[in-house]
C-alpha cells in the first residue's frame, strides 16, 4: 500500500474520473465523497470563511496591541501599559484554553492563546519602564519597538520566546511560532549593538539557521505537526533577504549576484514546494530589474526589447516543461536523495494548505 504519510488532494473531479475508469462504482463514489467531506470537517478543512474571521480578526486585534500603539499610551506610564497587557493577556489566555478544550473550536483557541503570546511585549516593556532596567540605555517609546534595532528590547524579545514555548508545550497550534519566530529574528539584530556586529549580516545568518531549522523540522516523523514549517520558512526566508537586500550593493557585480541569490531562491521554492521563496527571490529578481531599467539602461533604445525577449524565452521554457513535466520529474525524482523527497512530499505548500 501506498505511504500513509502522504498528504493527498482529492476532488469530486477525481472520484469522477475513478468511476469512469472502473476503479469506483456509481453508488460507492457519493458514499466515498461523503466520508471524505466529513473527514475533511473534522480535520478542520473546508472551513474557509469560518477560518478567515477567526485569523483576520486576531491579526487586527494583536495589530492594535503592538504595531498601532500610540504615544499617548505612554502616558499611563510602565506599570499602566504592563496592566493593561496583563488584564488582556490573561482574558486572552483563559477563554482561548476553553475554546481550545472544545474540537470545533480549536483554531478559535489557538488563536486567542497566540494573541495573549503577542502581548508579551508591551507587558514586559512596561515593567521595564516602571522600573528603570534595560539591556544598555533606554530604547525609547514602545512605538520604536519594530523600527529600530536597539539592545534595549532584547529582555522583550527573550521573554516573548519563553512565554511562546512554554504556550506550545501545552497547546499544539502552528501559529504559536509566528511571534516565537519574529521575536528571534529581532533578538538576532537587537542584540548586535552588544556585540559589535552589523546587524544586516547577523540577520542573514540567522536567516540560514532557520531555514535549515525549518529543513530539519520538514523531516521529522510527526506529520500532524507539518505546518509549523511553515512559518519557520517564512521568517527564515524574510530574516536572510531582509539581511540580503539592505547589505552595500554599490558595484554591478555585487548586484549580478544579488539577481543570482534571488534566482537561486526561486529554484529552491520549486525543489521544497514552499512558496515564500518564490515571492521573495522574485521580488528580489525584480528590483534587480528595475535598476537595470531605471539607472544601468536608462537611456538605452533596446533594452526593453530585450526584457521582452528574455520574457517570452521563459514563456517558451514553461512551455517545454509543461510537455516534458512527467518524464523530467521522473528523471528528477531518481536522482533526489530520500529525505529530500518525503520534503516534497509530505511537508509542501501543496500539501499543508
Same mark, same amino acid.
Do not use: C, K, Q
Given at each position: 500500500m501506498g505511504d500513509k504519510d502522504v498528504v493527498m488532494r482529492i476532488t469530486g473531479l477525481? =472520484?469522477?474520473?475513478?468511476?469512469s475508469q472502473g476503479l469506483l462504482s456509481t453508488e460507492n463514489?457519493?458514499?466515498?465523497e461523503a466520508f471524505l467531506?466529513?473527514?475533511s470537517i473534522d480535520r478542520g478543512?473546508?472551513?474557509?470563511f469560518v477560518s478567515l474571521a477567526y485569523y483576520l480578526g486576531a491579526m487586527v486585534v494583536v495589530s492594535a496591541l503592538t504595531w498601532f500603539v500610540a504615544d499617548s499610551w505612554d502616558r499611563v506610564g510602565g506599570w499602566g501599559l504592563s496592566a493593561i497587557a496583563l488584564a488582556y493577556g490573561c482574558g486572552f489566555a483563559a477563554a482561548g484554553f476553553r475554546f481550545y478544550g472544545r474540537s470545533d473550536t480549536k483554531t478559535l483557541g489557538g488563536l486567542l492563546i497566540t494573541m495573549s503570546v503577542c502581548l508579551t511585549p508591551l507587558f514586559t516593556y512596561g515593567l521595564q519602564k516602571g522600573t528603570g532596567l534595560w539591556?544598555?540605555?533606554?530604547?525609547?517609546?514602545?512605538v520604536d519597538f519594530f523600527n529600530w534595532v536597539r539592545s534595549g528590547w532584547c529582555v522583550m524579545e527573550i521573554?516573548?520566546? =519563553?512565554v511562546g514555548l512554554i504556550a506550545m508545550k501545552y497547546v499544539s497550534f502552528p501559529f504559536l511560532v509566528a511571534p516565537v519566530s519574529f521575536s528571534l529574528w529581532f533578538l538576532s539584530m537587537d542584540i548586535t549593538p552588544l556585540l559589535g556586529v552589523d546587524h544586516r549580516v547577523v540577520s542573514l545568518v540567522f536567516g540560514i539557521f532557520m531555514i535549515g531549522f525549518a529543513l530539519w523540522w520538514d523531516l521529522r516523523e510527526d506529520v500532524e505537526g507539518r505546518e509549523y514549517g511553515f512559518w519557520l520558512h517564512l521568517f527564515g526566508a524574510v530574516a536572510f533577504w531582509g539581511g540580503l537586500s539592505t547589505m552595500d550593493g554599490r558595484t554591478e557585480l555585487r548586484r549580478a549576484l544579488y539577481c543570482l541569490i534571488n534566482l537561486g531562491f526561486v529554484l529552491f521554492s520549486l525543489l521544497v514546494d514552499r512558496s515564500i521563496y518564490l515571492v521573495v527571490g522574485a521580488s528580489g529578481f525584480f528590483g534587480y530589474l528595475g535598476h537595470l531599467a531605471w539607472v544601468v539602461f536608462k537611456d538605452t533604445l533596446y533594452f526593453p526589447f530585450l526584457l521582452v525577449l528574455f520574457g517570452l524565452s521563459v514563456m517558451w521554457l514553461g512551455l517545454w516543461y509543461h510537455k516534458n513535466r512527467k518524464s523530467l520529474t521522473l528523471w528528477m525524482?531518481?536522482?533526489m536523495p530520500d529525505w529530500f523527497l518525503r520534503i516534497r512530499e509530505i511537508r509542501g505548500d501543496s500539501s499543508s494548505w
Open positions: 477525481d =472520484l469522477d474520473e475513478a468511476v463514489r457519493e458514499e466515498l467531506v466529513e473527514r478543512e473546508g472551513l474557509g539591556t544598555g540605555s533606554a530604547p525609547g517609546e514602545y521573554s516573548t520566546v =519563553l525524482e531518481s536522482r
